[in-house]
């Protein structure tokens, strides 16, 4: 039991009227040098585990802002020291002014401390999350289950079991190259921020757009209900768009094997928020989003909204 309690300390943060825009955010970047002198943990259930070893393999190739080590979330208060930072997937538990609804945001978490904690096997003090400094976080898209359930985050294989919507061994990847390429750029990123590459996005204009099917889903309110669908003759409605769709296994694949850059769309959804984005695959940069302060599902007009920005001089 103390055990348990321990990683869900680690990884449930409770917290009163957050709100966050950007899919991926950057913050306190005076942290940045600091953490390039010392060691990256990244945490997971089990590191040595078959499911795992995709994901070990394209953080080891991603992260190069510093020294990377692979640790389970019951080691992590042991590596804690100065310089040292870590990753883990963690959930906020946070609640509007407005309302006394509890909602649940996901997310990668990249994070390093103050230096006021020190690991010390006898004693019985653990880490406190006011010593927590939060460098980058990246939104997840947690199923429904998941969603009410968060401390199931800690029993799960890296790979969530298809519990993440927005995760494959080659998306992590990609995110990581991204939130590398950020952090190197040392510029927070505001609540607000979007992310357009005009140059990338009008290469859309001559090449096939790949999204996962899971997009298809008419995600329903308070339901693990996923049986609805769109079509993608009705998504498409009016697009001249060249898109394919194929599973999250697909795509990952598709990803890995491409010997040129791909593009592929992503949707993420929060009780509260909605984006759509589109990433280059090799370099892992986001060069388009799109931020709706609504849950609702994908649209045809998400499709337009893109074709739009694709279009433009």
């Known amino acids: 039991m103390r055990h348990t309690f321990l990683i869900l300390k680690l990884l449930v943060v ?4 957050t709100n966050s825009f950007s899919q991926i955010a950057i913050s306190n970047t005076s942290e940045i040098e600091k953490i390039k002198t010392g060691t990256t943990f990244f945490a997971m259930k089990d590191p040595d585990s078959p499911k795992a070893a995709a994901y070990v393999e394209a953080i080891k190739k991603s992260w190069t802002l ?7 979330y019951s080691d992590v208060e042991k590596n804690i020291a ?8 963690g959930a906020k538990m946070t609640s509007s ?24 096997p006898k004693k019985r003090k653990h880490f406190n999350q006011d010593d ?10 947690p199923d429904f289950t998941t969603q009410n359930n968060p401390s199931s985050l800690y029993k799960m294989d890296y790979d969530a079991s298809g519990h993440l919507k927005n995760w494959s061994s080659a998306i992590v990847g990609n995110y990581i190259q991204q939130v590398v390429m950020l952090l190197e750029k040392g510029t927070a990123l505001t609540s607000k921020t979007t992310f357009f590459n005009k140059e990338e996005v009008h290469q859309l204009s001559s090449q096939t757009l790949y999204i996962p099917d899971y997009v298809l889903t008419k995600f329903a309110k308070n339901s693990a209900d ?9 998504l498409m409605e009016n697009s001249t768009l060249s898109c394919k769709f194929l599973s999250t296994t697909e795509l990952n694949e598709k990803i890995i ?57």
């Open 257 to 313: 094997s491409a010997t040129a850059p791909l593009y592929y769309l992503l949707l993420i959804k929060t009780n509260t928020d909605k984006w759509i984005t589109v990433t280059n695959s090799q370099t892992g940069e986001i060069v388009y989003s799109a931020y709706s302060n609504s849950s609702g599902n994908f649209k045809p007009s998400d499709l337009k909204e893109l074709q739009k920005a694709i279009q433009k001089n």
């Open 132 to 141: 927590k400094i939060i460098i980058a976080t990246v939104a997840l898209f």
């Open 226 to 234: 996923d049986s609805k669908k769109i079509s993608e003759k009705e």
């Open 97 to 120: 002014n407005s309302s006394s609804v509890t909602e649940t945001n996901f997310y990668l978490e990249f994070w390093t401390t103050n230096g006021k904690f020190v690991y010390d």
């Open 66 to 72: 510093s020294k990377v080590s692979f640790i389970k």
């Open 14 to 17: 409770t917290s009163v009227s």
């Open 82 to 89: 100065p310089n040292n930072s870590f990753v883990t997937i």
